[in-house]
């Protein structure tokens, strides 16, 4: 107990603090599982989208993600630096190259960004039936990335938030 006055207040304030802040960084963790299964899908979406401009328009691949819209991929950078290279006459590696510049704003699995970068190594780098086959092999394991991501998602979400009030009331606990 604490001898200064006011010491009860002091530690129901402090026990309510720990509380608080374990449960915020519970919800917090979970935000961030969300986010990684909004990535997986935004990709996903857009992996789609090139296969048919290929598939149906023969886009050519500096200009095919300029009617593409995302407002999480836009947001994160990496649609704008895919477009800002339609003018270079070397148009090489920028799918890798833009997805490095921006990898710090997602919050992908190792897995998750493997995929997306081996993806682009096969836009423009083959035959239309290849290029298929391989946009069809990527489209699968990106879809099979996000639904065990989503599956974690809601688990981890739970165990998150669970873990946060359980590890502030100890605190507290603690403290009194």
Known sequence: MCLIHGGQEIETCGCCSYICFFSLLGIYKGDYEKKRLSECEA???LFEYIKNQVRFFLTPTKVMYRNFAN??????GFLPELRSHEQDDIYCNVWNVSFEKCMKYFHLTEKQRSLIMDFGDVIGKSNGEIQMQSFDYYISML???TEKQRAETEKNIKLYRTLGIAAGACAAILII
């Open 43 to 45: 990709f996903a979406e």
């Open 71 to 76: 407002d999480l991929l836009e947001k994160s």
């Open 143 to 145: 879809k099979n990335e």
